[in-house]
């Protein structure tokens, strides 16, 4: 059931359900905090710039205070608005309202971490997604960033400062001969988003090497440690499966419905980025599969060299168990002259070296005969 709000964007009506734009935070992050999180106690500081396309060229304007913001969102030129660090609320809530982004889209940009998403308001067309990297310790490292699509403006929202807020992007746009004009908007918007996806990729083929490595070392050198870091690269996977598959259903809605913001290449580029998620989707599980490919080697390695141990047991109680007859047959401690039935083997005089000689002679033979069987071959030896 939708509910009207007397909210104007741009002048038009929005209407959107009643909890269209309702923040879904993650339980848990995918990935540990960035190191300039940890710097800054865990929000970074706040900077804000801006790319202004003007006719003639792009311009880059850095450090902006909301004043200056302010004045070039009057000048009406399109703008690529960008925010770096969430640690100064009052400047964020502020430079927001400048730009006159919908008060309902404010806790999903602001609130760490996001669970993936796209959502449409009237004219407003938003993204929120995780930006991933390996770190140095082999863990991944997750930053959420937010995109936002008005008629005349870009605004990307990033947890984590950079030096350069999506430097291949920025590079490529301060090159054009011809500065993008308000009808590009919608195709910057879509490479920002494209940017963000390229990322996981790599990251993907980082975890493959991983995981190839544990195969091996599952079947050379198998110890608790490889089970356990390859469980550990299964709920790093499951994780970034929960920021890849939201945004893969979503963008499928958002490309049905054909927003006025997006023109055709738009949404063609578009429906390339959700063949590029179908892409990492699938590679994630085909590695989730690899995992379970690693466990199962590690358990055949583990029963194989169980098997192996077992063998050899067997194998020294084959061969000492007629020693041991021996042994004990003529250890008993019967007097021979008492009894009915003598033992003459006990009064001679080279007896114990003839029992030696059988019992060694014995031993050969066993030996012998499990050899010609293959019982001393190591099924556990890689070939």
Partial sequence: MSVELNR????????????????RRLSERPGDLPGPLFVHGGIAPTVLSALRFDPEAVSTHQHLTPDQL?????????????????????LLAEVLRILQIPDDLHPVLLETPQRTRVDALGECL???THRLHMGANGRVISEQVGVVLLPNLVLSVEEVPRPVSFPELTQWLEQLPESPARGHLDDIFFFLLDEVLDDVLPLLETLADHLDDLEEASLRRPSPRVLQRAYAIRATLRRIRTIIWPLRSQLIVLIRQGKRLLDREALRGFREVNTHVDVLFETTELLRHQCDGVTTSYMASISNRMNQVMKVLTIISSIFVPLTFIAGVYGMNFNPESSPWNMPELDARYGYPICLAVMFGLSVVQISWFWKRGWFQDWTGMR
Wanted: proline share 8%.
């Fill in 8 to 23: 104007s964007l741009h002048g038009r009506q929005v209407r959107r359900s009643s909890d269209a734009v309702r923040p």
């Fill in 70 to 90: 302010s004045g070039l969102v009057d000048q009406g030129v399109p703008l690529w608005v960008r925010i770096k660090g969430l640690g100064d609320p009052l």
């Fill in 126 to 128: 938003q993204v929120v």
